[in-house]
């Protein structure tokens, strides 16, 4: 799914509401004279524009020379920036602080140095409230600055305190540095590899979390400590699918925000992951009541402001909440229900094309691909597998072997068996060059081999052996890696009972309701 364009300016004016459109027009007709007609009647013409083409953009500005395009389009992309920051000031905690700086430091070069220290005084007052670690160093080092320069006298003992101040935060920043360190490479290798392989990853992943900065980090009182903290133990729990230190740790990370409310609307990115990484969790243990009560809160959710005045929040949540509804239907075995997500799915994946990052789309493709393979449409599933499968391979390594053998399973479905001999030799080598073939894989591996040669009486009784053998490596840790992406139990139950896999899915869903509600 390429962008439809990747020039800036046209990126920028496309992601404004009717609002900030409103408010930038006024901005600029009140702080610009009238040479800058140019100006919005380039923002005019690239607002009606569907897609960037430079070539129509001074075709409709004739006004606008070629050789003034460049510097007219930085211009007014400063401005456009400038009418945002004033918009979007009072809603921003960094925006206020980077103001209040402004404003010492406008006093400052006035030689009003103990009103400057006043407004710094304040500034490190509101940063410390929100846990602003960064603007708190940065007020003291121009605290130390004017302290350094002249003789304010406005306390006692001001250059200990200063002293002592500064050290604190320094190691604050030393240990939530390291930590986001942690977590951001924990992230970036399940992006890469998705879930453990075997043990020689859980070493590797393991690795991450050896370090003294995760012992420091167990007493820190700290909200950015505590929040990556719970980070890397999450992270490091989902690749070695360690599911319920996974479900503790994402509880922890939502807690984290419930007991200070007001951070849900300075780090609601961080919230909201930390709420789809809790529905994830009670996904992958079945706990289907928590399961639906976190929804119906992230639903709650996306209805306040901060989520529904900001675009970025607004996708993201989109993309979560409609995970997590896919989900549902495949803990629930309804998937011929499930495919009528899709057309929105689809419809919101092209409005937010210049948005969305390529990983996400890789996993609503391989839901969607399995929700048609669920509810009996092979054909269609295999056409959402063709779009992983065509994609470059540099990132899921995990989803893309997944997707090559559940297209396999596909074709074997639609009883392709002259393509299929082709297809496992080709897999196979895929799978191995990628170092994901487990036992799981190997055996249904041998099985699709074996099954060309079978009448339709010998095949039952390979179905059961073939179940027999798996079923036990359920819980194996390293080996349910594979029952994730497939649910090759229920499929080899539904070739058994000669009955659809979503229904002997709904059963299994039916009778754990029941056991719970017992």
């Known amino acids: 799914m ?20 409103r408010n930038f027009k006024l901005y600029i007709t009140r702080n610009s004279g009238s040479g800058d007609l140019k100006v919005v009647q380039l923002f005019d013409t690239l607002d009606k524009m569907k897609l960037y083409d430079e070539e129509q953009l001074l075709a409709k500005t004739p006004s606008i020379q070629k050789q003034q395009l460049s510097n007219l389009k930085a211009h007014l992309y400063r401005e456009i920036l400038a009418s ?3 918009l979007n000031q009072e809603d921003n905690i960094d925006l206020q602080l980077h103001e209040q700086l402004d404003f010492a430091r406008l006093l400052y070069n006035k030689g009003l140095y103990l009103q400057s220290l006043k407004m710094l005084d304040r500034v490190k007052e509101l940063a410390r409230a929100n846990n602003q670690v960064t603007y708190i160093l940065q007020v003291l080092f121009f605290e130390k600055k004017i302290e350094a320069l002249h003789i304010t006298r406005s306390m006692q003992d001001r250059a200990d305190k200063l002293t002592a101040e500064v050290d604190e935060i320094n190691q604050r920043l030393a240990l939530i540095g390291t930590l986001s360190n942690i977590s951001l490479q924990l992230y970036s290798w399940y992006i890469k590899n998705g879930h453990a392989r075997n043990a020689a990853d859980a070493g590797v992943v393991a690795a991450f979390l050896a370090t003294e900065s995760i012992q420091q980090a167990q007493d820190a009182k700290g909200f950015y400590e505590r929040l990556y903290l719970y980070q890397c133990y999450c992270w490091h729990a989902f690749i070695t699918q360690n599911f319920l230190l996974y479900y503790r740790y994402c509880q922890k990370w ?9 951070m849900i609307e300075i780090e609601t990115a961080h ?31 996306i209805e306040t402001p901060v989520i529904q005045q900001n675009r970025n929040n607004l996708i993201q949540t989109f993309i979560y909440l409609n995970i997590s509804k896919l989900n549902k239907h495949f803990m629930e075995g309804s998937f011929s ?81 002259e ?33 060309f040669r079978l009448s339709p009486r010998q095949l039952k009784p390979e179905f ?49 309701k029941r056991r719970d509600e017992a």
Request: glycine share 4%; net charge neutral; hydrophobic share 40%.
């Open 337 to 417: 229900e499930g495919l009528q997500l899709v057309p929105y799915i689809e419809e919101k994946l092209q409005e937010y094309e210049l948005y969305l990052d390529r990983h996400r789309v890789l996993v609503f493709y391989y839901k969607i691909a399995s929700l048609y393979f669920g509810s009996g449409d092979w054909d269609r599933s295999i056409d959402y597998l063709n779009k992983i499968i065509n994609w470059k391979v540099d990132l899921r390594t995990d989803l893309q072997c997944y997707a090559r053998l559940l297209h396999l399973i596909a074709h074997y479905e639609l009883g392709n068996f």
């Open 271 to 301: 919230y909201i992951k930390g709420l789809h990484n809790l529905m994830g969790a009670h996904f992958d243990l079945r706990n289907y009541q928590k399961f639906n009560e976190t929804i119906q809160v992230f639903e709650k959710f």
């Open 464 to 512: 059961e052996l073939l179940l027999a053998t798996l079923k036990p490596l359920e819980k194996s840790r390293l080996e349910s890696r594979a029952f994730m992406y497939l649910d090759i139990i229920s499929w080899l139950e539904s070739k058994i009972n000669n009955q659809p896999v979503q229904t002997i899915i709904r059963q299994k869903y039916t009778d754990a």
């Open 84 to 86: 945002l920051r004033l």
């Open 2 to 21: 390429p962008n439809r364009s990747t020039d800036a300016l046209f990126q920028l004016i496309q992601s404004l509401e009717r609002s900030e459109k």
């Open 254 to 262: 939502v807690d984290l925000f419930d007991a200070n409310p007001k």
């Open 419 to 451: 393509l299929l001999e082709y297809l496992l030799k080709s897999v196979y080598r895929f799978m191995y060059k990628m170092q994901n073939l487990s036992i799981v894989e190997e055996k249904v591996f041998g099985f699709l081999r074996k099954s």
